[in-house]
């Protein structure tokens, strides 16, 4: 199983929070037991991780991009990004795998494009940047039409908290034919279980900054 760790991204500096309350994050630093510092680039060289999930949150929140130092990372690192991406144009040629989320795209332009992933964004409901779902479950089955990667279940209200949502992880391994990527919430306990599921991988955060997960893990990218 793979595993990504959890980076995101706010005026050039790596940050923490929880549940997805994101006026409250703070730099990493300031909460990381593994780390010393917040600057992007300079803590993908201090820790050399093999993989990551990056989401630039000044793109998802319109207020800038940090893309430029993004990709120039993604030469070096396996990663998966969350660019709060408006077009299937503005992910094309990067050193990444873009990640269109529920949150700020409409999925459905995503016919004929195959080189990417889909984040299914929930917090405690689903956040449907197209409006056009009645449901998660009928989000689920439109996916099934799409070639991707992996789909990404994402439980934002669960971010930081080690209380993962494995009824909403449950219904998608009903549902989906795709590689599932999930995190938010989960404790060192939960790897174990979400591998015997099946799951292709998982993105860790907390657990890895606060020392409850053994950081050779993380940093191989494999349990």
């Given at each position: 199983m793979k595993v990504y760790l959890a980076v995101d991204v706010k005026s050039g500096l790596v940050v923490w929070g929880k549940s997805g309350k994101r006026s409250e994050y703070v730099p990493i630093e300031r909460v990381s037991k593994v780390?010393?510092?917040s600057n992007l680039k300079e803590f993908f060289e201090e820790l050399?991780?093999?993989?990551?999930?990056?989401?630039?949150?000044?793109?998802?929140?319109?207020r800038g991009s940090n893309l430029e130092v993004i990709d120039e990372i993604g030469r070096k690192v396996e990663l998966i990004v969350d660019g709060g991406f408006k077009s299937v144009e503005e992910a094309l040629n990067r050193n990444f795998?873009?990640?269109?989320?529920?949150?700020?795209?409409?999925?459905r332009k995503l016919e004929g494009f195959e080189s990417c992933m889909v984040s299914v964004d929930v917090k405690e409901k689903l956040l449907d940047a197209s409006k056009s779902f009645g449901s998660l479950e009928e989000l689920l089955e439109y996916l099934n039409s799409l070639k991707l990667k992996a789909v990404i279940i994402l439980p934002i209200h669960s971010v930081g908290t080690y209380s993962f949502d494995f009824s909403?992880?449950?219904k998608a391994l009903d549902i989906l034919n795709h590689k599932i990527i999930t995190g938010g919430g989960l404790k060192p306990e939960d790897l174990d279980v979400?591998?015997?599921?099946?799951?292709?991988g998982v993105i860790v955060g907390t657990a890895f900054h606060q020392g409850k997960i053994d950081p050779e893990i993380v940093l191989r990218g494999e349990f």
């Open positions: 780390v010393r510092n050399k991780v093999k993989r990551a999930y990056v989401a630039d949150l000044d793109r998802i929140e319109g795998t873009p990640i269109f989320a529920t949150e700020t795209f409409d999925v909403l992880l449950e979400v591998k015997e599921m099946g799951i292709y």
